[in-house]
């Protein structure tokens, strides 16, 4: 386990300029990540995992393992660690996300067998038992599959955002209905991103000027992150998987009886403003999961920790905290 390097030590290269952005920004929180890179047998192969990692060892709870979405980007969440406190936090960046190395899905069919195993793959590597799990998007939408297909690996989930194509009537916005073709959505996300385009982007996703708060380091690494020359294959595969046409995939959307059978404490965050899913149109879904909570955020967008991070930042420690 290494520490990331000031941006003074090392080469100007995109990858380094990508960690000195995120080094500012867990500094900016107090925060004093450590790096793993870990090779995980996967559903698809051996693949490449970035994991940070920070806070106490002997935590006499399980680690907190944080999942991102598709195409986003694992220290957009930095605002939220300050509130696990005294527990071990493990952020990992998905395969073909972040830091970690490429991942083209070799079809769509495979997305929730690439999932669950590489996350057994990850807490294997890891020696790690069992996990706490907060996730955002389709990273909720792999919790659930988790849970599902690994249960005993997992005692408390935090679900923020609609889980991605988890629930029937979720529906993808217009960029991601570009970037899911296989061929023109490749092409598409290997145009250089500017600011003006990840803005564009980032208000249609996760809602107007979400996230301005943050320090600027936050969105400047996301920026570059999509940027490298692998996230524009990895993240057109993973989109193609979750979108066929204008809609999301039936493959994705899991049953109520599969709902049913999960039985962890689960905080489900959701914004009525959410780009992908407003809550009410998932309520048969949400109380098929029996033991949950649902916050809801009636002026929060897609990432609602970003418009109400007290809020949210709170009722995940208390949630947690059990």
């Not at 941006?7 to 900016?28: F, G, Q, S």
């Not at 450590?34 to 106490?56: N, S």
């Not at 527990?87 to 070799?106: A, T």
């Not at 970037?179 to 991103?193: D, K, M, Q, S, Y």
């Amino acid at each position: 386990m290494a520490s990331i390097p000031d941006a003074l030590d090392v080469p100007d290269t995109l990858d380094a300029r990508i960690r000195a952005h995120e080094l500012a920004a867990y500094r900016h929180f107090g925060i004093e990540p450590e790096e793993e890179l870990h090779l995980v047998d996967t559903y698809v192969g051996e693949r490449q995992v970035r994991v940070m990692h920070f806070g106490p060892t002997d935590s006499p709870l399980p680690p907190v393992l944080v999942m991102h979405g598709v195409g986003s980007f694992s220290v957009l969440a930095v605002e939220m660690f300050p509130y696990l406190a005294g527990r071990r936090v493990m952020v990992m960046d998905w395969p073909g996300h972040g830091l970690s190395g490429e991942c083209v899905l070799p079809n769509p069919l495979c997305l929730r067998d690439m999932a669950v195993s590489t996350l057994r793959g990850l807490l294997d590597e890891l020696a790690i038992p069992v996990v706490d799990l907060i996730a955002h998007s389709v990273g909720s939408q792999f919790s659930l599959y988790a849970a599902i297909d690994m249960p005993r690996r997992v005692r408390r989930m935090v679900l923020m955002g609609a889980p991605a194509g988890a629930f029937p009537k979720s529906h993808p916005i217009l960029p991601m209905l570009l970037i899911a073709l296989p061929v023109l959505g490749r092409a598409a996300l290997a145009r250089e991103v500017t600011e003006s385009s990840f803005t564009r982007f980032n208000d249609q996703a996760i809602g107007v000027g979400a996230g301005a708060h943050l320090p600027p380091d936050v969105m400047a690494a996301g920026r570059l992150i999509s940027n490298r020359p692998s996230y524009a294959p990895s993240v057109n595969s993973y989109c193609n998987a979750l979108v066929r046409g204008r809609s999301v995939r039936p493959v994705n959307h899991i049953g109520l009886d599969e709902l049913s059978r999960i039985t962890h404490p689960t905080l489900i965050v959701w914004g009525d403003k959410d780009a992908f899913q407003n809550p009410m149109l998932a309520a048969t879904s949400i109380v098929a999961i029996r033991n949950h909570r649902l916050l809801r955020l009636p002026h929060a967008g897609h990432a609602p920790w970003l418009d109400e991070p007290e809020v949210v930042g709170t009722a995940i420690a208390e949630h947690l905290s059990a």
